[in-house]
T-cell receptor, first 114, second 115 residues
């Protein structure tokens, strides 16, 4: 069974540009989470989908970030326009249980904004 | 070797020695805790978990200790191997919000195993 996959693995963009990150959860997992780790700091929660609905988006930094999960399968996280402080590693995780106790993480997308 | 909370993010130990990684969690209402291992270029990988009704749980070469009185969590790795080199994160399953819980992570400790 395939795990959580994320694309791209790395992205380098200029300030002001747009980037879209993609996450394919484990098949059958209704719960999908986005997290971010900024250099040297803790992994922080961004948002949680249950199927196609946003359950909790309290961690989204600002309105430059837009997450979607059309059809309740894969999810995208768009940053527009990107700022320097958006650099970091973005992780996606999925689980069957909305308690997030059995979450499996993808390998992450390393975003560098220059 | 031993790390202390979130203020000592690196820990170096000799191969074969035991290591202890410590974590101070924030929410006294958290009822579930997880240790994750993150190797370079990979996402966090589940190591071991513990529920708040326990104070100790053992896995293969790993033991997690929970002290709810002082909100402290530790991960003990026995007989460390080169493959144990990674960043280790503790996480707590925080309060319920809108019918779901989300993981709250600590800063992470980088463990380096010296040959």
């Amino acid at each position: 069974e395939a795990g959580v996959t994320q694309f791209p693995s790395h992205s380098v963009i200029e300030k002001g540009q747009t980037v879209t990150l993609r996450c394919d959860p484990i098949s059958g997992h209704d719960n999908l989470y986005w997290y971010r780790r900024v250099m040297g700091k803790e992994i922080k929660f961004l948002l949680h989908f249950v199927k196609e609905s946003k359950q909790d988006e309290s961690g989204m930094p600002n309105n430059r970030f837009l997450a979607e999960r059309t059809g309740g399968t894969y999810s995208t996280l768009k940053v527009q326009p990107a700022e320097l402080e958006d650099s970091g590693v973005y992780f996606c995780a999925s689980s069957q249980d909305r308690r997030n106790t059995e979450a499996f993480f993808g390998q992450g997308t390393r975003l560098t904004v220059v | 070797g031993e790390s202390v909370g979130l203020h000592l993010p690196t820990l170096s130990v000799q191969e074969g020695d035991n290591s202890i990684i410590n974590c101070a969690y924030s929410n006294s209402a958290s009822d579930y805790f997880i240790w994750y291992k993150q190797e370079s270029g990979k996402g966090p990988q589940f190591i071991i978990d513990i529920r708040s009704n326990m104070d100790k749980r053992q896995g293969q070469r790993v033991t997690v200790l929970l002290n709810k009185t002082v909100k402290h969590l530790s991960l003990q790795i026995a007989a460390t191997q080169p493959g144990d080199s990674a960043v280790y994160f503790c996480a707590e399953n925080g309060v319920w919000i809108q019918g779901a819980q989300k993981l709250v992570f600590g800063q992470g400790t980088r463990l380096t195993i010296n040959p």
